[in-house]
Each structure stands twice: as C-alpha cells, then as structure tokens.
C-alpha cells in the first residue's frame, strides 16, 4: 500500500520561478505589479515549503510504519528564529531562490527581512529546544516535538528614555504561512469539577474525574526540515478553542454575548507567553497552559500515532516523553490518569509504565526558580491529579522511610508536597520521582544537582542522574548565521562538519597558517561590516568596525552580572576622564548589550536603564568615546543574534560560579571565533577545557569559593572600602554621573550591591579588570589572537546539538536514528 504523493516542484530556477508566480496568484490572489513585499514574502514561504511537502508527509508516513520508539519532547517553550532562512539551508535552495526571485526583480535578502520570527520561548530554555528538534530531523531520529502555540509570543522591547518598554508581539498578525492547522484533530481537556469513586462491571473500585469545564486544543504542525537528508520531522503546537458545548449554550439560555465571552476564557489559555524565566508567580492561567499543552499532547501520542488497539502496558518501547523542565510535569500525574483511570490499569502497572516513560532535564541551580504550585490551586483545577500525587508521594515516602529506617527528617526534605510557607507540590521532586532519568545540561550542573539541589534524591537513585552537556545548532547557528566563515571551513575541510561538527578538529593546523589567518580576519572584518549596517538600518545606532567588539546578549538577571561588565565600563569612563589612562593607551572598544527583563523583575529593569544612561554619557564624551561606545540595540532577539555572534571578537560569560546552569550563548560564540571571558560556570568549564587555557580569559571565584564566602558572612561594603577602583566607579553612579546630577536615580542597585550584592559582582571586580587587561594585551597581537579564535573554532565542535541528541539518545532515550528507508 503506497501513499499517492504529489511530486515536489523541480529544483531549478526555472521550476522555482513557475511555483512563485502560481503561490502569489493562487495563494496570494495577486500579481507580481501589484504584490506588497508581505504578498512576496508569503508566496516565497509557500513556495518553498512546497519543496519540503513530499518529505514531510514521507518522512510521517515511514515514521508511523515502523512504529521505531520515538522521542516525545514536551516544552512550554520553542524560540524558533525565522523559519524562511533555516528552511532555505536544510533545503539547499539558497542560490536557485535567489536566482529565480532575480529573475523577477526580486530581492531575496530584502524578503528575509520582512518574517516575524516566531519567538516562542524566553531564552536559553526555549531556543535549546529548538535546537533540539533540528538535530534530531537532521539525525534522522523518529520524533515529535509538542508544545503551546502562542498567539503572543515574547514581548518586544523597546526602550524610552533607556528605560524598558514591553510591547505585545503579534506575530501572527501579517499571515503564518509555516503553519498547518489541523481543526479536525481537536484534543478535548477537562479542568475543575470533582472526581467520585465508583464499582465497575468487575466490582471493582475505581474512580473517575468529572471535569467542571473544557477546553479544545487544535494542533498546528510546523515542519523541522533535516539538512539535505530529506527528513522533515513535526513540531506540533496547540492552540486553545471554546469547545462546541459553548455553542450549544448560545442557543440553551440565548445569551448570545455572555456565550462568546466565556469562549474568549477558554481561548485566553494559549494566548500568551510568560516572559518570566526565573522567578516563576504561580499564576493560575500559567497551570492550565501546562495541563492544557501536556494533555493534548499525551491523547495525540497514544490516539494519533500509536496503532489502534496498541497495549500501553508496552507504551515505553514506543515512547520517551522528555520532560523541558520541570512546565511540563503534570504529564506524569496525567499518564497515570489515562491508564488507572480510563484504561483500567492496575497502579503499579501504571507507575511502571509510567516512570519508563518519562525522563526529566533540570535547567536551572536557583531555589526561587525551581516551580513549586500551591495545593489548594492543583486541587480546584486539576482535582483527580492532586489525588495521583498524593498517592505517588505516599508511596515513594514509604519507600524513603524503609531504606532510611525511619528518617523521618529525611521524609519531609523528600516529600513532593512542601509544607511551608504552604501547602505545595514540588515540580522537580515529582519529576524526579516520576521518570527514569534526570539531567543537567553541563557537568558542573549535574554535579552541583547531585550535590545540592536534588542531593537526597541522588543518594537514594544514584544511576538515575545523569549529565547531558548542552549544544547548539551548527546549522543555524554557524552555517546560516556566518555564511564567511563557513565557505572558509567548507575549503579547507570540505562540508562534513555541518553535520559532523567534531570535523572542525581538522581545522587546528590551519590554526597556525598565517593565510588562513588572515582570511578568518577578513571573515571577521566582513562580519563586522555586516553588523553595522544592521545596527544602522534597525536601530539607527553607529558603531565601528574596526574595535574590538566585546558581547554580552542574554537574559537580564543579576547572576548573570550585566553590572560586573558595566562596572567595566564605568572603571573605563574614570579612568580616561580623571586622567589616569590615556585614551591611545586604551584599546579600542564596542561594548554590546542585548539583554530583555522580565517585565516584573524591577531591578533587572534598574539594571538596564543603568546601562543605557551609561551608554549614553560615554558615548557623549568627546575624548571617552573615541576609544569606548557602549551599543544596547533593543529587543534582543534570534535574529539579532545571527547578525551580531559571528561578528563578536570578546564573548563575556561571565556569572557567579555555580548560578549558570549552562549558558548555550557561550557556545556559539566559540563556534563564531571569539574569544571567552568567564567565569568557571556551567559550560564555560567544559569551552574551556575544550580549547585550552591559553585561548581562553578565566577569571573570578570559584563554585567552592563562592559558596565558601558566602558559608562565612559575605560583606560588599568591605571590597569597596578597600578598592579604590572600585570605589570610584560606583560613587560615580552614586553621584549621578550618569543620570544628570540625580544620584537618587540608581540608588537602588548601588545600595544592593554594597549591601547585599547576592551575586558577588564587587568580590570578582578586581579578578574581572585584570582579565580585561589580559584581552587587550592578547588583543594588541592579532596574529595570536586570530590563532586562539581559529583554534576557539577547532576545538568547539563538541557543541553541536547533534552531539547532545547522541549523549540524550544513549544515556536517557535507549532509542536510535532510523536507519535508511
Ligand atoms: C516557569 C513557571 C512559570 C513561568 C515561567 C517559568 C519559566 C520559564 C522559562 C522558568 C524558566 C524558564 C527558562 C529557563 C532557562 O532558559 N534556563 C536556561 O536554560 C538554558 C538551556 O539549558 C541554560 O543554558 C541556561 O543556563 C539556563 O539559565
């Protein structure tokens, strides 16, 4: 029995020109004259994802046929970045799209320009599983990706008068031409009601929930296109709809307008994303986004790509449901619900088959980011779960208090239900009990979840924990993103490395060719050059090119320390202005920040004010800014990463010890050729080991130290009693240096940091300044520093999402790509 396919348009120029013209005729009911450059984006997205169609639907009918075990990545976050770019690379397309759109008089990079990219996710979290699922079309490994489709994703960001602004994010607004929405696939999901206890046909004692209300969620599938391995994997996000109950209502009780407005109730729950990534508010609607996505998810898995009549007594061959955190955790009491429940499943089967299923990554190392939800909230929305979790966390105690002979301590450190201050079900404990794996995303990490976070969970499971390092895209992140460097890479070494990135290895001889060389820095000068168009075109902001371009993007969070650089900078300001440091003694530097803040967080927006007010004097000073501009484009976001990672010379990585989980920024600026300043955080430690000590700039305490000061009492006041540098620095801000006079503007972040200063910014100070004389010492010798950046590049291709996919697959998943065919 074979599929009738339709044929895919031919790969010419000619071929690609006659699918364009029927895309913007038919699709977009225009014509070339009349077309406005979203009718020609639009048309051009169609047109190439009629190039991806046939794999697509191939590549879902060979994967349900051979019923492979498939991986199941469940995420309340995807930061996708533009979909016309990455589909283009994986395709091959690129220079047939050019040619034919040329022929038109056309610009294909003009089109680029125009797509909103999906930005799904807050940060690290959410583009991780974006590198994710494209490693694992392009590994060709059996696999679906779940989560929300939001209709307002990440806010926008804009500043006024240096202070953050948030706008909503209608991405969705000028048509979503990636999108397949499948309405006649609906999910129905309960909340509320109660659950009863009942005698079934066997006499036996079962119970059932009886949701108050529903919701329908409709699946949206999104091509994942494998690079040039004619895979095309399904990312499948849900949207919330009234359900059809809602209509009956209307014509019941004829209140027609109070029926359309408990539809838009219903519909609120996939209407936007939190912008928090750390400090989580417990907000209702945030619960029912997680049982919302997780239940429509598991139904979809076990109706839609299991055979009818499968026996879920074998569901883990089938299936490892890998849990992006702890968001979305309910799946575990939910999976439990399905088979006891509906299923008739004895509990122990159940549990069985339920921790085999499920396998649960850690992201973070701060105790207020790890999510916690009050008892009386699970209770009322989600009454039959809170029962399951009781029971589970009965039973897993008992567990406890055997093995321990009765610690009862021991049993209330363990319990999955937090006592105080309320009553609360602890996500990452349920999550560890839950599943059969548990993973930090670098080796510090997972030592330090082994050691701290979830020690008495390692004492009493110890090969239930694991790590597996973090990785990136090389695809998009390399590839599309630094076309310069890769065609240097692809002669020396031939195009292996994008999908084989350790073949970057080969590189390391080049390390030491002074042509190669210089040809990495034209590559750089280039990728420079491109940045300051960009920066000029979209946010009117000047800079040169011909400085050292040091970089910190990333979320704004005090443990990231945006303040230790700004201290940086501030110490740069005194010292030219009091005349301590000649400006031609100083090397010549771009300062870029991008960074957004969670809208709540009121210090991180202190921060960036700061930031931008200091930006802004420094900029303004006749001799400072000669040789230090500090740039903050904003709304940081994928696409702006694309343009300013291959161009960055000084990657800042620079949390306190033992506070970065990971960091994956980090990564792709190796990947990119520049050089690392950081801390011994997350995966800094394994970049550093990787490309040597000599190629990379450490500074600053220690895991063991940090939690040492802080064990004996630490003091702030003390290092800027005894820093003069220092001092100076923050009496500036103080004074009001840099918010014209008024030193009450930025009181709150100098008194915290002398006070309190949770992240010990002024204790790494000193260790940071003398770091940053390191850089502009190596700096000054290009030749050695583009020979640690080629060698950066060299010695990175560990990096790559591919190896991640290879590290989840043998030590978590025990699933394997599918072989040709
Ligand atoms: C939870 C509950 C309610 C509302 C929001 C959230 C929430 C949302 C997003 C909590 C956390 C996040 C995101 C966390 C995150 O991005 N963590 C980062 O993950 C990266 C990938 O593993 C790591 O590299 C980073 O170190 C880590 O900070």
């Not at 970049?687 to 702030?716: C, H, K, M, Q, W």
Request: aromatic share 10%; hydrophobic share 40%.
């Amino acid at each position: 029995e074979t599929t009738p396919l339709i044929t895919s348009p031919e790969p010419t120029v000619e071929g690609f020109v006659r699918e364009y013209l029927r895309e913007l005729n038919f699709s977009q009911g225009t014509i070339l004259e009349r077309a406005t450059t979203n009718d020609q984006y639009l048309a051009l997205a169609r047109t190439v994802r009629h190039y991806l169609m046939s794999r697509w639907m191939q590549t879902t009918v060979s994967q349900y046929r051979s019923q492979a075990k498939a991986v199941a990545y469940l995420s309340a976050e995807y930061l996708l970045g533009r979909q016309l770019d990455n589909a283009l690379i994986a395709t091959g397309l690129e220079e047939v799209a050019a040619e034919a759109l040329a022929s038109l008089g056309l610009d294909l990079d003009e089109l680029r320009e125009v797509e909103v990219e999906p930005g799904l996710g807050n940060g690290g979290l959410g583009r991780l599983a974006a590198c994710f699922v494209d490693s694992l079309a392009t590994m060709s490994v059996p696999a679906i990706g779940y989560g929300i489709r939001y209709e307002y994703g990440i806010f926008r960001q804009r500043f006024d008068d240096g202070r953050q602004v948030e706008e909503p994010d209608n991405w969705l607004d000028n048509g979503a031409p990636w999108e397949f929405a499948h309405p006649e696939h609906e999910v129905a999901v309960g909340f509320g009601g109660r659950t009863e206890t009942y005698t079934d046909d066997d006499g036996r004692e079962r119970t059932r929930w009886l949701p108050g209300w529903q919701v329908l969620g409709v699946p949206y599938n999104y091509m994942v296109p494998g690079y040039r391995n004619g895979r095309v994997n399904t990312l499948r996000l849900w949207s919330a709809r009234a359900t059809h109950a809602f209509d009956l209502k209307i014509f019941n009780y004829g209140d027609y307008a109070e029926a359309v407005r408990s539809q838009t109730f219903a519909e609120n729950i996939s209407k936007v994303l939190y912008p928090e990534d750390s400090t989580p508010q417990g907000k209702e609607l945030r619960l029912q986004q997680q049982y919302f996505f997780v239940a429509c998810s598991i139904r979809d898995f076990i109706d839609q790509l299991l055979p009818p009549g499968f026996d879920l007594h074998d569901l883990p061959d089938r299936v490892v449901f890998q849990l992006n955190d702890t968001h979305p955790v309910i799946a575990v009491p939910e999976l439990m619900r399905i088979l006891v429940d509906e299923r008739g499943f004895e509990w122990d089967d159940a549990w069985q088959v339920t921790q085999r299923c499920f396998a649960y990554t850690c992201h973070t190392l701060l105790p207020e980011a790890l999510e916690v939800w009050p008892v009386e909230l699970v209770g009322r929305l989600l009454p039959r779960h809170l029962e399951i979790v009781y029971r589970i966390n009965d039973e897993f105690l008992a567990q406890v208090r055997e093995r321990s002979g009765g610690d009862e301590l021991l049993v209330r450190r363990m319990s999955i239900i937090a006592e105080h201050p309320e009553r609360s079900v602890r996500m990452a404990y349920l999550a560890t009990v839950g599943g059969s794996k548990v993973n930090g995303v670098a080796e510090l990490h997972s030592q330090l979840l082994r050691d701290k976070v979830l020690a008495d969970f390692a004492a009493f499971w110890p090969e239930k924990f694991t790590n597996v390092t973090n990785g990136v895209t090389p695809r998009r992140f390399v590839k599309l993103a630094n076309p310069g460097l890769s065609g240097l890479i692809t002669e020396a070494i031939g195009d292996g490395w994008v999908t084989d990135l350790d073949r970057l290895r080969e590189l390391e001889p080049l390390a030491d060719d002074a042509e190669f060389r210089r040809r990495f820095r034209e590559v750089k000068a280039a990728n420079k050059d491109r940045l300051v168009s960009f920066l000029a075109a979209r946010d009117g902001i000047a800079i040169d090119p011909a400085t050292m371009l040091d970089v910190m993007v990333k979320r704004l969070h005090e443990y990231k320390r945006q303040l230790l650089k700004l201290l940086h900078v501030v110490t740069l300001y005194d010292r030219i202005t009091s005349g301590d440091l000649a400006a031609a003694d100083v090397t010549p530097r771009t300062v870029v920040f991008g960074a957004k803040a969670a809208p709540g967080y009121v210090m991180a927006k202190e921060i960036i004010a700061l930031i931008n007010h200091v930006g802004a004097v420094v900029n303004a000073h006749p001799d400072v800014s000669r040789v230090l501009r500090v740039a903050f484009p904003a709304n940081y976001n994928v696409t702006v990463a694309e343009t300013l990672v291959p161009a960055a010379d000084l990657s800042e990585q620079i949390s306190l010890a033992g506070k970065e989980a990971s960091g994956t920024g980090n990564m792709k600026f190796a990947l990119n050729g520049a050089l690392t300043i950081g801390t011994d955080d997350g995966a800094n430690v394994e970049i550093r080991r990787l490309v040597g000590d000599e190629n990379f700039f450490l500074f600053g305490l220690t895991e063991p130290e940090a939690s040492a000061v802080a064990e004996a009492g630490y003091r702030p006041a003390s290092y800027y009693e005894e820093n003069v540098s220092l001092r100076r620095a923050l009496d500036l801000i103080a004074r009001g240096t840099f918010s014209g006079g008024d030193g009450s503007v930025f009181e709150r972040v100098v008194s915290n940091l002398l006070s309190e200063d949770r992240f010990m910014v002024l204790a790494d100070y000193q260790a940071y300044l003398d770091a940053q004389e390191r850089v502009e010492r190596a700096y000054a010798d290009p030749d050695a520093w583009s020979r640690s950046a080629v060698l950066n590049v060299a010695r990175s291709g560990f990096f790559s999402s591919d190896r991640s996919m290879r590290d989840y697959l043998d030590r978590v998943w025990h699933a394997a790509p599918l072989t040709a065919g």
